[in-house]
């Protein structure tokens, strides 16, 4: 078995190693305490009701996060994995039934002052891929807001810039299987990953795509529906799988 595969199957050491695998997919460390106190934590407050348990999530959470801002608001059932790498500024809302999973101790998430995630936005930091020798980095800056069910994947590392809006459904994908070699299982061929820059002031409409290496210039607009296969110019106006530039904003 490719050293890969381990992370694409449930490893086959039994029900003893199952277990420890998922400590460390939870907590980031080998830590049978820390899953312990953490898991009751989130077991008693993030099912918490009304205002007043968004409210207080955002304080009792500072014991897990590495870090949380003062006045945050995080609605009920939000999932954290590795939540010691998940940074918090000022002011961030969190969506009812979001998913925030930096995957690797390495690995972070941080969300800046004044960023509004809506419900059920998933944000996957990303393993160290061994080949690269990188980890995953998702950084959202400043008043950006993300739509509900919004994607990312940072393994190859995504960074949002500021005022920025993200439409629902919206997916950034930092990583790509590799596939060339029809010999092999794609999934035992690793994958490329390479950063994905949204610049400030950027408009992603409802159900874009941007794949890996993709950088958005400030001030753009990517029309609903389309796949960013390339660089999209500041102030450019682009619709379209792939995507092109059809206009610019004046």
């Known amino acids: 078995m490719e050293s890969d595969d381990i992370y694409m199957t449930i490893p086959q050491g039994g029900l003893r190693k199952n277990f420890w695998n998922y400590v460390v997919r939870v907590t980031g460390e080998q830590s049978l305490s820390k899953f312990i106190w953490r898991g009751l934590i989130l077991a008693v407050f993030s099912m918490f009701p009304t205002v007043v348990g968004s409210l207080l999530r955002g304080i009792v959470y500072r014991a897990l996060l590495g870090e949380v801002g003062s006045s945050c608001f995080i609605e009920r059932n939000v999932r954290l994995n590795v939540p010691q790498r998940i940074f918090l500024g000022d002011r961030v809302f969190i969506g009812e039934g979001s998913y925030l999973d930096a995957e690797n101790i390495k690995s972070e998430i941080r969300i800046k002052n004044d960023v509004h995630v809506s419900r059920y936005a998933i944000l996957r930091a990303g393993r160290e891929v061994q080949a690269e ?45 590799k596939f060339r070699d029809a010999s092999r299982l794609i999934r035992l061929q690793g994958g490329q990953v390479k950063k994905i820059l949204i610049g400030n002031d950027v408009w992603l409409g409802a159900y874009v795509i941007v794949l ?29 799988v792939p995507a092109k530039i059809v206009g610019k904003r004046e």
């Open 212 to 240: 890996p290496g993709v950088t958005v210039g400030d001030g753009a607009v990517v029309g609903a529906g389309s796949v960013v296969t390339g660089d999209i110019p500041s102030y450019s106006i682009a619709v379209g």
């Open 133 to 177: 020798r990188r980890e995953g980095r998702i950084i959202v800056n400043e008043r950006t807001r993300l739509g509900a069910h919004t994607f990312i994947y940072g393994v190859g590392g995504v960074e949002i810039g500021k005022d920025t809006l993200i439409a629902n459904h919206v997916e950034l994908i930092s990583g790509n299987h």
